[in-house]
Structures are given as structure tokens and as C-alpha cells.
């Protein structure tokens, strides 16, 4: 089923932007008003629909700027939503006291409800809302239960209008939150195929078969790709040095939005820029290096054609 023409939209490109740059990051330093500004000049033309992921103050200042600057964007706003449970299966979790799960599920109310209050305040910017990412699958460091995931859908849907999701790998859908997605408008799904170890020639299939495994389960629900990327470094951890490169990320690209097109799949490319905030202090950590810009947001080489003469 067609995600766009369910919600009345244009279809268009899709990306997932967050606009941490050196020295910047969430709970920190944020990026600056007309820095956010120049980023989403950057971006505008040529994706349409962004995503970002928490009601923070990051996403206060790209709904600010889009609002006052007569931007051409629809944003998918994410609720962060974060532990309610230990998951021990989580290789680089911390453990949580009782205490700190109880205060987080207060938390967590409180993130879904602002994300209700800026879906009625920007109510023709906020396409659609998303109830947590990546809160349920095996190794997440941030576990809350399928139920409480379910609890939350329902408390935006009771609080405002837009179509309502949850971002999650492609796993869980296929079991664990069949029940979730009773509750929600449109399944969300994440595929990896770099972090899945394979082949750059293999990728695309490997996607195609992801987001088919869980669209044929669901037959009448719409699927997004809210997250498909390919990293251009790594350390080594969880992704082979050899398997990354910026021709890598060149081609997993095209494939992804020549398909996506050909299929009318909403997808949204992880990620727009680098964010050296991410994960470990090494400076090849993958987490650092989705972008398809640079962290100065010169453009990699996926972007080197369309934005030379700019």
C-alpha cells in the first residue's frame, strides 16, 4: 500500500537530518538558528520530507526556521524515547537502577507530550509523528516494552491529528510488535545492509528483501524506510574497513532512490550530515560518518555532481 497517495502527499525524497556539527551535540552545544538555516538551503530542492528524531531543542529551531523562512519541507517528528527496562543483551548498555526506570517512563511521558504540542503548533509543517526509535529490537540500550510503546501511540493519537508511526529495524516488525501495529497508521522500518556485513553489489537486494519481508506480512498497512545509509568509514567495529567507502556509499545510493522511486517506497536516507558526536572518541567510528556531507558540509562524492556548481 502506498504510503504518500494514504496521506494525501507529493511523493518526494526523503532524509533523516540532525545538525550537530564539531563540538555540538544533544544535551550540549546546539546548532545556532542561521546555522540551521544554512543547512536546510542545503537540502532544499532536493529532498522534501525530513526526519528528526527527538522533541528537543534541535528540532524547536529546524521547525522555527522552516516556519519563519517559508521553507519547503515536511517534517516526520520523533518522540526520543528512552529505557524503561535493562536490556542485558545490549553489548554497550548501561545498567539502570529502579529508580533511574521509573524517573525515565516519567521522562518519556513528558517527550510524547511535547511531541503532541509542536504536532499542533506546526500543524502544516508535522507531517507525521513517530513514537520512539529503535526502542524495542534486541540490542537497543534504550528498551521500553512493546506495551508501553503501544500506551504512547495511543496518547498522540488522542492528542493530535497526524498519521502516527514507531522507527524500528526490520526484525522486531515481523513478530515482536505485531501488536503495535494495530495501533498505528504506517510501519516504519530500518535496513542495514552494511552493518549486516554485506556485499555493496548484494545491498540492494538485501533492502528490497527486508522491506518486503514486513510489507507481505502487512498487506494492508503502508511501510516507510525511515532509515537505509551506507557509512564511508569504520574502525572496524561492526562494520569491515573494506566494505565502506564514499563509491560505496555512492552506488547503495542510487540503487536506494532509483528503486525507492520505481516502487513509490517513502525513504529516507541516513543521514545528511556527519555528526562527529556519535558514538565512541575514534575518529573512524562509523556512527560518525553516514552523512552525504561532510561534517563541513562540503559535499561526498554522492552529492559531488549535483552540488559542484553551487
Known amino acids: 500500500m502506498n504510503l504518500t497517495k494514504k496521506l494525501n502527499l507529493p511523493f518526494a525524497n526523503a532524509i533523516c537530518y540532525s545538525g550537530f556539527r564539531e563540538g555540538q551535540q544533544p544535551g550540549g552545544e546546539y546548532p545556532t538558528y542561521n546555522q540551521i538555516k544554512e543547512d536546510l538551503l542545503i537540502l532544499q530542492g532536493q529532498w522534501k520530507y525530513l526526519r528528526l528524531y527527538d522533541c528537543d531543542k534541535h528540532s524547536e529551531i529546524v521547525l522555527d526556521v522552516i516556519d519563519k523562512e517559508k521553507l519547503d519541507f515536511k517534517i516526520m517528528l520523533g518522540a526520543y524515547i528512552v529505557a524503561e527496562m535493562n536490556n542485558f543483551g545490549c553489548p554497550w548498555g548501561v545498567t539502570y537502577t529502579e529508580e533511574q526506570l521509573e524517573e525515565n517512563k516519567k521522562i518519556n511521558v513528558r517527550q510524547i507530550d511535547k511531541l503532541i504540542r509542536l504536532a499542533n503548533q506546526y500543524p502544516d509543517i508535522i507531517f507525521s509523528l513517530s513514537a520512539g526509535n529503535e526502542a524495542c529490537v534486541d540490542w537497543t540500550d534504550h528498551y521500553v516494552p512493546v506495551k508501553s510503546v503501544i500506551a504512547y501511540v495511543k496518547r498522540i493519537k ?14 522486531p516488525w515481523l513478530d515482536k510488535l505485531k501488536d503495535l501495529v494495530k495501533e498505528i497508521d504506517f510501519i516504519s522500518i530500518h535496513t542495514y545492509p552494511v552493518w549486516e556485513y ?23 498497512v503502508p511501510v516507510a524506510i525511515t532509515e537505509a545509509g551506507w557509512a564511508t568509514n569504520s574502525n572496524g567495529r ?8 564514499e563509491e560505496n ?12 522511486h520505481e516502487e513509490q517506497i517513502l525513504t529516507f536516507v541516513f543521514e545528511a550530515f556527519d555528526e562527529p558526536w556519535k558514538g565512541s572518541p575514534e575518529p573512524l567510528e562509523p556512527e560518525k ?10 559535499p561526498k562524492l554522492v552529492m559531488s555532481e549535483l552540488y559542484s556548481k553551487q
Do not use: M
Open 289 to 298: 560518518h553516514w552523512g552525504l556531507f561532510n561534517v563541513d558540509r562540503t
Open 158 to 171: 488522542k492528542g493530535a491529528k497526524q498519521p502516527v508511526t514507531f522507527c524500528e529495524n526490520y526484525v
Open 238 to 245: 561492526g562494520i569491515d574497513p573494506s566494505n565502506v567507502s
Open 198 to 220: 554485506k556485499h555493496i553489489h548484494d545491498a540492494l537486494e538485501y533492502t528490497k528483501s527486508n522491506y518486503y519481508a514486513v510489507a507481505n506480512k502487512y498487506p494492508e
Open 249 to 260: 556509499q555512492e552506488i547503495y545510493y542510487h540503487d536506494l532512490v532509483n528503486w525507492s
